[in-house]
Structures are given as structure tokens and as C-alpha cells.
């Protein structure tokens, strides 16, 4: 499966942006998806997974309450809500697909697109 990101871009802190990742192919609703980011100078950290169903999510503690991750799988598509962005969100948003349990770990993603970049002006 081949993963596009998009959506990510500049914003002042307290403000939201959406971020969208649509997959090719047929069979989306047969992998569990995720969400990591990467900051500069850090290694890539888990944000949120959700199941192939959309039924159960899981979030990293940093972003609970904070970040909704949610899937069409009519339309390929994952997305991740952030309302109350802190500077410290900043980072490119990588998009991830497992066909394997969902997880928190990256090494278990087997399919990643190519980043968007997300920055949060204090």
C-alpha cells in the first residue's frame, strides 16, 4: 500500500490543524494505521493508532485529550485532529500502515509516507 500525507503546515500555538493520509489500493481496511512524528534532532515517536475498523484508538499520553485520530476507509483515508497545538508538536507527521497488530512501536509498521511537516509558532 502506497501512503500520502498531507495537511500539515504553520500555526501559532493554541490553534488546530487536521492532517490527512490516503492510501492506494483496495485494501485499506485490512491494516491498522498510525501516526508518529519526528522532531529535529529526536528520534521518530508514536502520536496515535487506531484499528482497522476505526473502533478502538490508542495515543501517545503526550497528545490525549488533545489529538483525534479517525478513518473513512470508504475514501482510503486516515486522519489526525490537532486542537490546542503546543510548540513542542512541532516535527514531521508521518503516516504508517500495519497489517499486524495495532501498535504503538514503529518497527511494526510495515508501509510509511512521505512526512508532512508540522510547525507550532509560540
Known amino acids: 500500500v502506497q501512503l500520502q500525507a498531507s495537511g500539515g503546515g504553520l500555526v501559532q500555538a493554541g490553534g488546530s490543524l487536521r492532517l490527512s493520509c490516503t492510501a492506494s489500493?483496495?485494501?485499506?481496511?485490512?491494516?491498522?494505521m498510525g501516526w508518529f512524528r519526528q522532531a529535529p534532532g529526536k528520534e521518530r515517536e508514536f502520536v496515535a493508532a487506531?484499528?482497522?475498523?476505526?473502533?478502538?484508538?490508542y495515543y501517545a499520553d503526550s497528545v490525549k485529550g488533545r489529538f483525534t485520530i479517525s478513518r473513512d476507509n470508504a475514501k482510503n483515508t486516515v486522519y489526525l485532529q490537532m486542537n490546542s497545538l503546543k510548540p513542542e508538536d512541532t516535527g514531521v507527521y508521518y503516516c504508517?500502515?500495519?497489517?499486524?497488530?495495532?501498535?504503538?512501536?514503529?518497527?511494526?509498521?510495515?508501509?510509511w509516507g512521505q512526512g508532512t511537516l508540522v510547525t507550532v509558532s509560540s
Open positions: 504508517a500502515a500495519t497489517p499486524s497488530l495495532m501498535s504503538g512501536t514503529y518497527d511494526r509498521y510495515d508501509y
Open positions: 487506531i484499528n482497522r475498523s476505526g473502533s478502538s484508538t
Open positions: 489500493g483496495r485494501t485499506f481496511s485490512r491494516y491498522n
